[in-house]
C-alpha cells in the first residue's frame, strides 16, 4: 500500500468512528519554545491532554508532520528518517482501552492488512516502588483479540530490556515491560514526574519480519524491543490515566485520554513485508529517480547508504522550506541547511556533482500534493532554495579543499579534521580519502571526541531548545501568550494594517514575536505601541473564548496565522467585551481571565527577523 493510502484509509476509519479529522500543524511549534521542531503527534495537542477543551470534540484524528534532528546521524540504515508522519487518534476524556486496542488491532489488521500471526505487544508490568499496578485490562483485551484469531497469546513478564536479551520470546505473544518501556509521560518514568504532571501506561505493538534472524550483538536471545532489526514498533497506544499527587503518590485522572501514535512510513513497510523503508513508494521515487540521473543502482551496497542519505534528507528539507524554514546558520534553518548540504555531498559520492538536487522536488511534491497542498504552492520556493543553498555549499567545498592544501603539508589533527567538516562541510571520509592520497595520517580519535560534543550540542538544540513554553502551561507562559495577542492588535494600528503575525516563541521569561514589516520600528512606534498594550492591562479587560466555523471567524475579523492549517470549527478568543473588543484571535489557548492579571508590559528590543519580518522581545514586569 502507498502512503497515500494508508493515510486516507487510517483517517476515514476512525472519522467513521466519530473522529473529527483535523489538520498537521506546522514543523516549528508555534508558541511553543521547548523544542524547535514538532517531533511527534501528540506535541501540538498537549495543551488539550491537559484539559483545554478542543474546537472539534473529544474524538480527534490526524496524521502529523514530524522532525526528528537528533536522528539526522542515524540516516543510511534501513529504518531511520529525520521526517515522518505520525498517525495519531486521540481520546480525551472519552473512549479509553476496551475501545482503543481492537480498534488500531482492527486497522493494522482489516484495513492495512497485516497478519496477525506477524503482530507481537508490549504493556506496562506495573511499579511497585510508586504503587501503580500492571496494566492487566490491556492483557485480557489483547489475549482475546489474538485468540478470535486462532493465536495462542502467551503472556511473557520481561521487567527489563536486558532481561528480555537474556531470556528471550519464551513463545510468547504478549509482553510485560517495566517503566522504561511502557510508561509515558513528559518526564519518563513515575520516579522522576513533577507534582501535577499526567502519565500513564502504554502499549506498544511491533511487527515480526522474520522470526529465524537475531543479532546476538544485541543480546543472546530475541525479544519485542530487541534492536537487532527483527521487531519493528508500528505504534503506540498511550493511556494518560494518573496523575502525581503533591506527596509523591499516584491517583487516577478525572480526564483519561487515549493518545495513540503510529509511524505510516513503517506500517507502509509493514504492509509490504519490506524492512527497509527506503522501498515505500514515497521515497523509493526518489531513489528511482536518483538512480535515472546517475546511471548507478539502489542495490549497489557501496551507495545505498548515499541513496538513503539523499532521499530522506531531500524529503526533509522540502517539507521544511515548505514551512517556512529556509536555509540558515541559526536555530531551525540551520537544520534545513545540513540536511541540503548532507545530501549534496551523497549525491557526489553516487557521482552526481552538478546542481542536480533541486531538479528532484517536483517528484517529492507530486507524491505529497493532496495531503500538504502547500508544498504545490510554494514549489518554486523550495526549488530556489534547494538550488541556492547547493550552488553555496560548493563553493565553500572549493574553499574547503584549498584549507586542505594547506592542512596537508604534515599529518591532520583531529581538531582540524573536526575543522574541515564543521566549517567547509568536509566529511571524515573526504578528509581520509585525500589524506590518504597526499600519503598523510588523520587523527581519528580526537576527529570522533569532537563529533561526539557536536552531536550532543545538535541534540540538546533539537530537543530543548529553550525551558518553558505552553507545553508546560505555567501561569507566566499563559501571561505572555494573551499579552502578544494585544501586541498585534497594537501594532496594527499603529503600523497599519499590513501587520500580520509571522511566528512567536513564548517562554515564562520573555516573548518573541515576529510581524510582517518592511523597516524598523521608530522610537516613537516603539513607544505608542508599548503604552497601547500597557493601556489595555489598565482597562482590566475580560479574555472570552467562543468556539465557531473558521469561515464564522474570518467574517469577524479575527485574525490567525493563514498560512497554517486550522480545522473545520476553532477557538476565538476576544479581549475586551461589547463594543469594548480590542483584539480577536484564532488561537487554541489557554489564557488569562482578565487583562489586569498581565502587570507592566515593555519591550526590550527590535530587529530584522528576514526579509520583510521584524522581530520584537517583549517581558511583563
Known amino acids: 500500500m502507498t502512503l497515500n493510502e494508508i493515510r486516507e484509509r487510517y483517517l476515514k476509519f476512525f472519522k467513521d468512528k466519530e473522529h473529527a479529522i483535523i489538520p498537521s500543524a506546522p514543523l516549528v511549534p508555534e508558541n511553543d519554545p521547548s523544542t524547535l521542531f514538532t517531533g511527534s503527534g501528540m506535541q501540538p495537542l498537549i495543551t488539550y491532554l491537559l484539559g483545554e477543551k478542543h474546537p472539534e470534540g473529544t474524538r ?4 502529523q508532520k514530524c522532525f526528528r534532528a537528533e536522528d539526522i546521524e542515524d540516516v543510511g540504515d534501513n529504518r531511520h528518517t529525520t521526517f515522518f508522519e505520525m498517525l495519531g487518534n486521540w481520546s480525551l476524556g472519552d ?5 482503543q486496542i481492537p480498534w488500531i488491532f482492527e486497522f493494522l489488521t482489516k484495513e492495512v492488512g497485516l497478519d496477525p500471526k506477524r503482530l507481537y505487544v508490549t504493556v506496562f508490568s506495573g511499579d511497585e516502588e ?14 482475546e483479540l489474538f485468540e478470535k484469531e486462532g493465536i495462542d497469546a ?11 536479551g537474556e531470556l528471550g520470546m519464551q513463545g510468547g505473544r504478549i509482553f510485560y515491560y517495566d517503566a522504561g518501556k511502557n510508561w509515558w509521560s513528559r518526564s519518563g518514568v513515575p520516579g522522576n514526574m513533577p507534582a501535577g504532571e499526567p502519565g500513564g501506561p502504554d502499549s506498544e505493538i511491533f511487527y515480526d519480519y522474520d522470526e529465524d534472524k537475531h543479532d546476538t550483538a544485541f543480546g543472546e536471545h530475541c525479544h519485542p524491543n530487541c534492536d537487532c532489526g527483527r521487531f519493528v514498533e ?10 502525581k499527587n503533591e506527596d509523591g503518590t499516584f491517583s487516577k485522572m478525572e480526564q483519561q485520554n487515549v493518545d495513540f501514535g503510529g509511524g505510516l512510513e513503517r506500517i507502509a513497510a509493514a504492509s509490504i513485508d519490506e524492512q527497509d523503508v527506503f522501498k515505500v513508494d514515497a521515497l523509493k521515487v526518489i531513489t528511482d529517480r536518483i538512480e535515472e540521473l546517475s546511471g548507478t543502482s539502489y542495490d549497489d551496497p557501496e551507495l545505498t547508504v548515499s541513496y538513503r542519505v539523499v532521499a530522506d534528507h531531500l524529503r526533509g528539507a522540502v517539507f521544511m522550506i ?7 546558520n541559526t536555530e531551525a534553518g540551520y537544520f534545513t541547511r545540513r540536511l541540503i548540504r548532507r545530501a549534496v555531498r551523497h549525491m557526489d559520492l553516487i557521482g552526481m556533482k552538478e546542481n542536480t538536487l533541486f531538479t528532484i522536488v517536483s517528484i517529492i511534491v507530486e507524491k505529497y500534493k493532496e495531503q500538504y497542498p502547500n508544498l504545490t504552492e510554494k514549489l518554486s520556493v523550495i526549488e530556489g532554495e534547494i538550488k541556492d543553498e547547493e550552488k553555496k555549499f560548493r563553493k565553500t567545498l572549493e574553499k574547503g579543499l584549498r584549507e586542505f592544501e594547506k592542512l596537508s603539508a604534515k599529518d591532520i589533527s583531529g581538531h582540524d579534521a573536526f575543522i574541515l567538516f564543521s566549517t567547509y562541510g568536509f566529511p571524515l571520509e573526504l578528509t581520509l580519502e585525500l589524506a590518504g592520497e597526499k600519503g598523510v595520517k588523520v587523527d581519528k580519535g580526537t576527529f570522533n571526541e569532537e563529533m561526539k560534543k557536536h552531536q550532543k550540542l545538535s541534540r540538546t538544540a533539537s530537543v530543548g531548545k529553550f525551558k518553558g513554553g505552553l507545553a508546560d502551561s505555567s501561569g507566566e507562559t499563559t501571561k505572555l501568550h494573551t499579552a502578544a495577542h494585544l501586541l498585534l492588535e497594537s501594532l496594527r494600528r499603529v503600523l497599519g494594517d499590513d501587520v500580520y503575525q509571522k511566528g512567536s516563541n513564548i517562554n515564562a521569561e520573555r516573548l518573541r514575536f515576529d510581524f510582517s514589516h518592511p523597516g524598523k520600528l521608530t522610537d516613537e512606534e516603539k513607544q505608542k505601541t508599548e503604552d497601547m498594550v500597557n493601556e489595555q492591562i489598565q482597562k482590566k479587560l475580560s479574555v472570552n473564548c467562543e468556539e465557531m466555523s473558521l469561515d464564522e471567524a474570518k467574517k469577524i475579523g479575527a485574525m490567525g496565522v493563514f498560512e497554517n492549517k486550522y480545522g473545520e470549527k476553532v477557538k476565538v478568543y476576544s479581549i475586551g467585551a461589547g463594543d469594548d473588543i480590542y483584539s480577536k484571535e484564532i488561537c487554541g489557548g489557554p ?10 508590559f515593555r519591550i526590550k528590543k527590535q530587529k530584522a527577523s528576514s526579509a520583510g519580518v521584524r522581530r520584537i522581545k517583549a517581558v511583563l514586569e
Open 60 to 63: 480527534l484524528v490526524d496524521s
Open 95 to 99: 473512549y479509553f482501552k476496551k475501545e
Open 130 to 143: 510508586n504503587n501503580i499496578p500492571r496494566d492487566d485490562e490491556s492483557v485480557a483485551i489483547w489475549k
Open 154 to 164: 502467551k503472556v511473557v513478564k520481561l521487567l527489563t530490556e536486558k532481561e528480555g
Open 234 to 243: 508500528l505504534g503506540n497506544s498511550v493511556f494518560m490515566e494518573y496523575k
Open 322 to 328: 515548505g514551512d517556512g524554514v529556509v536555509p540558515s
Open 591 to 600: 489564557h488569562v481571565g482578565n487583562t489586569s492579571e498581565l502587570g507592566h
